[in-house]
């Protein structure tokens, strides 16, 4: 029952972020979703929509932990939304990034007002500046091809992680830029020149929720 309603709770956010998307403007990099031919339309709807319904219903069902499971099912449901929105339109919208963390700041406080215990939200909390900080750094060393839509979304990642483990938040940074270069060598390659420009939230989302995946089975679970 519980994973049911995640999954239409998950769907219902999902088609929220979607809406909002539609409303967006591309980057000089992108293009806006109403101009992507149907078919492909059709594909990133799909791929937000039931991903999102997906997603938020696999974390309820591994993620047993109340209160912060909301937040983290919320993140869920927005994940593929903000992947097909950053490769699209390469930009990620900053109300979407303060609505995850305005959720987890109330999820991850309330868990820490219940069980008494903020060593999980104080570590969020450092991990979240740690993570922020670092991408302020890239955003300043790589100006135009790190925005700071990838700060705000590190900085998310880093609260979210964080809450798990430092082992977490150094493993989610590692996939997701070991995955970004991956993805930035085969796209040079295919396009047969060095400027190719490539949206970096899709590989930060793919490299943290591998992490929390291996997080919920017992492979990255020490609370370093």
């Given at each position: 029952m519980?994973?049911?309603?995640?999954?239409?709770?998950?769907?219902?956010?999902?088609?929220l972020?979607?809406?909002f998307?539609?409303?967006?403007?591309?980057?000089?990099?992108?293009?806006?979703?109403?101009?992507?031919?149907?078919?492909?339309?059709?594909?990133?709807?799909?791929?937000?929509?039931?991903?999102?319904?997906a997603?938020?219903?696999?974390?309820?069902?591994?993620?047993?932990?109340?209160?912060?499971?909301?937040?983290?099912?919320?993140?869920?449901?927005?994940?593929?939304?903000?992947?097909?929105?950053d490769?699209?339109l390469?930009?990620?919208p900053?109300?979407?990034?303060?609505?995850?963390?305005v959720a987890?700041?109330?999820?991850?406080?309330?868990?820490?007002?219940?069980?008494?215990?903020s060593?999980?939200?104080?570590?969020?909390?450092?991990?979240g500046?740690?993570?922020?900080?670092?991408?302020?750094?890239?955003?300043?060393?790589?100006?135009?091809?790190?925005?700071?839509?990838?700060?705000?979304?590190l900085?998310?990642?880093?609260?979210?992680?964080?809450?798990?483990?430092?082992?977490?938040?150094?493993?989610?940074?590692?996939?997701?830029?070991?995955?970004?270069?991956?993805g930035?060598?085969?796209?040079?390659?295919?396009a047969?020149?060095?400027?190719?420009?490539?949206?970096?939230?899709?590989?930060?989302?793919?490299?943290?929720?591998?992490?929390?995946?291996?997080?919920?089975?017992?492979?990255?679970?020490?609370?370093?």
């Open positions: 519980w994973t049911t309603t995640a999954a239409f709770s998950g769907l219902i956010v999902a088609a972020c979607w809406r998307a539609l409303t967006l403007a591309p980057d000089e990099h992108g293009i806006p979703l109403s101009t992507l031919p149907r078919n492909r339309w059709l594909a990133a709807m799909c791929a937000a929509l039931l991903g999102g319904a997603g938020a219903a696999g974390t309820a069902a591994v993620w047993p932990h109340q209160p912060d499971v909301l937040a983290f099912a919320l993140f869920a449901a927005v994940s593929p939304c903000l992947a097909v929105i490769a699209v390469h930009r990620l900053f109300v979407v990034a303060g609505v995850l963390a987890v700041a109330i999820a991850f406080g309330w868990d820490a007002l219940l069980s008494g215990e060593d999980a939200l104080m570590r969020a909390v450092w991990a500046a740690a993570a922020g900080a670092f991408g302020l750094l890239l955003w300043l060393v790589f100006p135009g091809k790190f925005g700071f839509g990838d700060v705000a979304l900085s998310v990642i880093g609260v979210f992680a964080g809450s798990l483990s430092w082992a977490a938040i150094w493993a989610a940074l590692f996939v997701g830029f070991t995955l970004a270069a991956l930035a060598g085969v796209a040079r390659w295919r047969g020149r060095t400027g190719a420009h490539l949206p970096l939230g899709p590989f930060l989302l793919a490299g943290w929720w591998t992490v929390f995946a291996l997080y919920a089975a017992g492979w990255v679970n020490q609370p370093l």
